[in-house]
């Protein structure tokens, strides 16, 4: 271990139970839920394998008033939940490491279509969310029965062998909607001046210690700051406060920002590595308890920086540990320079969004642990000598080649350029996109280490050459490219239109006049060219036929941050348009509902559609079996975007699938938990 990180493998006391390091993996959702116990546990267990002091769950609903359907949450609603949680428990102490559980109740944010019980705030509300239920305020006797689900969920929390038990407000759930006096309007005991508002915390603070009993540490997760403007929680107004007329009472503070996750967990597009430092550093000076918070930490050098600064006592990491869940283990062992450093583009936080296990674009095991049996450092050794040629240095064929020489095979790696890294070379040079590279640069570091892998730079590769190469089997990472035919996500068929694509304009395409930007791919590459151009100078005007700027970016929680960079950036936003023909000078559009008609002044027009795979040496290649055959070729297989089209993450995933499955006899399916009968 370098000495410079040795206080971060000191233990932390937190109460009556002791963290063996100062690593702490906060609570994170998983897209896993209570339909999925045994992937939760496996995922958990990983973490603490990799060496992460506390480990926590992702929120816990604790009673069926907070049902987050039809997306994953936990729940301790009885004693079905408490066995099917006692499993994350245990994968957590095998491995020597705190297990914490966050309890939940969503209040206004909790749509409660599974269940269809009343929503509940602190006053009488429209839901959080565009749906017709609105959320009752809570009375007397509601309140009393709320503390009675939390102090219940509390005991459960213990007997599933939990060391850690979370009273959460934040991210705008019901605790914290009693606290922010932007939802809390009530004129009782619970509403109006701060104490009374800090009122319900107070009492379930206290009453969750009670449950717990003396040998449970007590934690509580605070949003120091709603990020809503003076009307709300402020870390300058009433947050430090609430810290300190409740600041002994718990024996953790686990603090961050609200404002939605979006705002919490902000991509590196739109923050830097330590980004919430300036909201949260005002927690330790009004408190001796331990205080732990999150900002994207990837570096040990800026883990290092807070603990000796005194801004946290422990290191809080989701993103990272999901990118490395050996984070830990590999700054213990000196072996930092491998680390699978985050890079914050959120992917994971899509999962959750869409409701779907969760993923990584530099981890592709995350989500796997259990379903496929894979680990992030331990991988089959090789079944055979085969040897493999991959064709292609993008997200794909990195991952691949690096997957396949950790198996142990024999591989070479060509790439035409003098770079590796396909698309990342052109994608990681958009505003904001930077860390994007580093999908490039850890792989290409691993690669390194492998002496049986061979990187052939500036050797593009032909069908001819690769039959006379004698490699048996050929992993094709050539990649994709932009369409031309503006046929896109919500325009399916062909047109005329003819105009630059973002390939054009990453490879140095003169840009005359007024650009319009036509997006119909809807995720980061169309706002991220306008407001490049825009920042070069030019007049940018989006065009989406969807009703908002970078519409799909609402699952990794950038839409509103895109959306307002481009206002600022001056790009003139103008949704709800299909493209229909070009024109000297201008382009025509059509309103998605009434088809009428319009122009918009345009110099140059850059269609952001859709994309098709480079497929043509595959398609040269298996075009006769014979000469497969005669080259002692036994298999030709398209990977990443070559096979389909879709983001980093995928590319990354389908390139590792590849190698892991490589020489296996009939790799399983998937596993999947079912309801016991």
């Not at 509940?120 to 565009?130: E, G, I, V």
């Not at 024996?251 to 330590?274: C, I, Q, T």
């Not at 950790?406 to 396909?422: C, I, K, P």
Request: proline share 6%; hydrophobic share 40%.
């Amino acid at each position: 271990m370098n000495p410079r990180y040795a206080r971060l493998f000191e233990p932390v006391a937190i109460g009556p139970v002791t963290a063996p390091n100062r690593f702490y993996q906060t609570p994170h959702a998983t897209g896993m839920g209570y339909l999925r116990p045994k992937a939760g546990a496996a995922l958990r267990g990983i973490k603490a394998e990799g060496g992460w002091g506390v480990v926590c769950t992702e929120y816990c609903s604790i009673h069926p008033s907070s049902d987050d359907s039809p997306y994953a949450f936990l729940t301790l609603w009885d004693e079905d939940d408490t066995k099917a949680l006692a499993k994350t428990a245990e994968a957590i102490h095998e491995h020597g490491s705190l297990a914490g559980i966050e309890l939940w109740h969503g209040g206004a944010h909790s749509t409660n279509k599974l269940t269809r019980e009343p929503m509940l705030a602190p006053s009488a509300r429209p839901s959080c969310f565009m749906q017709p239920p609105a959320a009752r305020a809570l009375d007397k006797a509601d309140i009393r029965a709320f503390r009675r689900w939390q102090a219940a969920a509390a005991k459960r929390a213990v007997e599933a062998g939990f060391d850690i038990v979370y009273v959460y407000a934040g991210h705008d759930y019901l605790p914290f909607q009693f606290l922010s006096p932007r939802t809390n309007r009530r004129a009782d005991e619970y509403g109006g001046k701060l104490g009374n508002r800090a009122r319900l915390l107070r009492e379930m603070l206290e009453e969750t210690r009670e449950a717990i009993g003396p040998d449970r540490a007590l934690a509580i997760r605070l949003a120091v700051t709603e990020l809503h403007g003076p009307t709300g929680i402020t870390h300058d107004g009433e947050a430090p406060e609430i810290v300190s007329m409740l600041a002994e009472i718990p024996d953790l503070w686990d603090v961050n920002v609200a404002g939605g996750n979006g705002k919490d967990s902000k991509s590196a597009r739109f923050s830097p590595e330590g980004y919430q430092e300036q909201h949260v550093q005002f927690v330790k000076s009004l408190t001796t308890k331990p205080v732990v918070g999150v900002g994207r930490f990837t570096s040990p050098d800026t883990m290092i920086d807070q603990i000796k600064r005194g801004v946290l006592d422990l290191i809080g990491a989701a993103r990272p540990s999901i990118a490395d869940p050996f984070l830990p283990a590999k700054i213990r062992e000196g072996r930092e320079d491998e680390i699978r450093e985050c890079i914050g583009c959120n992917i994971c936080r899509s999962a959750n969004n869409e409701g779907v296990p969760l993923r990584c674009t530099q981890n592709p095991t995350m989500g796997e642990e259990w379903r496929r049996g894979w680990h992030p450092e331990r991988i089959p050794t090789k079944r055979s000598d085969r040897r493999v040629l991959v064709v292609g240095a993008g997200p794909a064929g990195l991952e691949c080649a690096l997957a396949l020489g950790r198996r142990g095979y024999e591989v070479a790696l060509a790439e035409a350029g003098r770079e590796l890294g396909g698309r990342l070379l052109r994608d990681s040079t958009l505003p904001g996109l930077g860390t994007w590279i580093r999908v490039r640069d850890w792989r290409a570091h691993m690669l390194g280490k492998l002496p049986h892998v061979s990187v052939f730079r500036e050797s593009e590769l032909t069908a001819e050459n690769i039959l006379g190469l004698g490699y048996e089997d050929i992993a094709l990472a050539t990649g994709s490219r932009w369409r031309h035919d503006a046929i896109g996500t919500l325009m399916e068929e062909a047109s005329d239109v003819s105009g630059l694509t973002p390939d054009d304009i990453f490879a140095g395409a003169t840009i005359t006049g007024s650009v319009v930007i036509y997006d119909d791919d809807h995720y980061y590459m169309g706002s991220a060219l306008a407001e490049r151009l825009a920042a070069e100078g030019h007049q940018v005007e989006l065009v989406t036929p969807a009703p908002i700027a970078s519409a799909w970016t609402e699952m990794t929680n950038e839409q509103d941050l895109i959306q307002a960079r481009l206002i600022e950036a001056g790009v003139n936003i103008t949704p709800l348009r299909r493209l229909m023909a070009l024109r000297p000078g201008e382009v025509e559009t059509a309103c998605v509902y009434t088809d009428a008609r319009a122009t918009t002044e345009c110099g140059t027009l850059v269609l952001v559609t859709g994309r098709i795979a480079d497929d043509m040496l595959y398609t040269e290649l298996t075009l006769d079996e014979t000469r497969l055959k005669d080259a002692s070729i036994r298999s030709v297989t398209r990977i990443g975007d070559c096979l389909a089209p879709s983001s980093i993450a995928d590319a990354v995933f389908s390139g590792h699938r590849f190698a892991r499955e490589f020489g296996e006899n009939a790799p399983p399916a998937p596993r999947r938990e079912r309801p016991p009968h």
